[in-house]
């Protein structure tokens, strides 16, 4: 593709990933603020406002107990604003914090457990989203399950360094049992240069080997790299498959391991980043969340709601980080507060605000840049 091409790209690609995307966005954005806007409730907070979208609102309303619902013109997040807050970050409001502990609606004159409880609600009802979608797939739609059977083994590989063979079974990596091809990659695919007793299966006998998966990049879809771990095998992608509906509590459980995977992963990420053996190249911005909700509804809607479980998981995790503005920013301050047994100076909470801003700034700007960058890869090359 060259830029000549670009240019005469119809109106509608824009549209056909930007719709898939806001839609997904806003399902995450609406169900982590009312995690936040339920919990509130319980403990009598007076919720003012309950936002999806930034700036000037486009409609809204009012229910029976005040708070203003409504829709604004900037579809890119959300909020809600409790009596006492001074913005949509809940920094709170000098004059009201000064009479707060006599507004029994005032959300900073709540006790320290039921302020923490209010943020932590947001991020923890991503994860509801998430298990619950997860859940919900298994049991209508069914586990996809293709046996972890050996049918390749790449040349030099650190399978073929191990001794594995082709017709091999695997059974377990690490611990942890393999009952699907797909186990396998996820189990290896963060594992990179670790190593991992690996039991299989071999003419009906079992046999336990060590194996340290190599470092692979491969672009992804969108002229990026993605680094993973990899054993060196292959299994015939056209194989039988089938799909087993779980019950209920098996559906739950599974859903549950998935969306652990989704946070180890990202921590496995984060850390490996942090100490230098990973690039922060391969953080997304808006285009990439973009590309990929797009893709999934392409794909089918049960694509399409296991890029919003995926996303929700994400998004919740984002939140927690110890960063000021962020929920995770807000839950270090409480900690502190109980410590201390008296919150931070406004001085104090004003200036970590501003910290935590800038940091967000910061990521956004690199996931932005790196979106940028594998634009023009694709309509470039290089």
Excluded at 84 to 105: F, H, T
Excluded at 313 to 329: A, C, K, R, T, Y
Aim: charge should be neutral; proline fraction near 6%; aromatic fraction near 10%.
């Amino acid at each position: 593709m060259n830029l000549s091409d670009v240019l005469h790209l119809p109106l509608s690609t824009g549209v056909f990933y930007a719709l898939p995307f806001l839609v997904a966005l806003t399902v995450i954005v609406f169900i982590h603020e009312l995690g936040h806007f339920l919990v509130a409730r319980w403990c009598s907070v007076d919720v003012e406002a309950f936002s999806i979208g930034f700036g000037r609102e486009l409609f809204g309303w009012y229910d029976r107990h005040g708070t203003r619902w409504k829709v604004a013109w900037i579809p890119l997040g959300g909020y809600v604003r409790f009596r006492g807050d001074a913005n949509a970050a809940s920094l709170p409001d000098a004059e009201a914090l000064a009479r707060a502990k006599q507004d029994p609606g005032n959300f900073h004159g709540k006790p320290v457990w039921q302020r923490a409880a209010v943020v932590v609600a947001g991020p923890i009802a991503n994860f509801i989203l998430a298990i619950a979608i997860f859940t919900g797939a298994f049991m209508i739609i069914g586990k996809p399950v293709l046996e972890p059977r050996v049918d390749e083994v790449l040349p030099g590989s650190a399978a073929e360094q191990a001794g594995i063979q082709k017709g091999d079974i695997i059974v377990s990596v690490d611990g942890s049992a393999i009952e699907d091809f797909s186990d396998l990659q996820r189990s290896v695919m963060t594992r990179a240069g670790d190593p991992l007793v690996v039991v299989l299966k071999r003419g009906g006998q079992p046999l336990s080997l060590t194996v340290v998966p190599k470092l692979h990049e491969e672009p992804d879809n969108f002229g990026g790299k993605v680094r993973i771990g990899l054993l060196g095998v292959k299994r015939d992608p056209m194989g039988p498959i089938r799909y087993e509906k779980m019950g209920p509590v098996k559906a739950y459980e599974t859903g549950v391991e998935r969306t652990w995977f989704i946070v180890h992963s990202t921590f496995s990420y984060l850390g490996k980043m942090f100490s230098g053996r990973e690039s922060p190249d391969q953080l997304g911005g808006p285009i990439s969340m973009a590309k990929a909700a797009g893709d999934a509804a392409s794909m089918g809607f049960s694509q399409f709601v296991a890029v919003i479980a995926f996303l929700s998981v994400s998004i919740g995790l984002l939140n927690l980080f110890p960063i000021p503005m962020l929920d995770g920013g807000h839950l270090v301050y409480y900690a502190v507060e109980a410590v201390r047994g008296r919150p931070l100076g406004e001085a104090a909470q004003e200036w970590g605000f501003r910290i935590g801003f800038s940091l967000v700034i910061m990521l956004m700007v690199v996931g932005t840049w790196n979106d940028l960058m594998r634009v023009a890869t694709v309509l470039f090359g290089g």
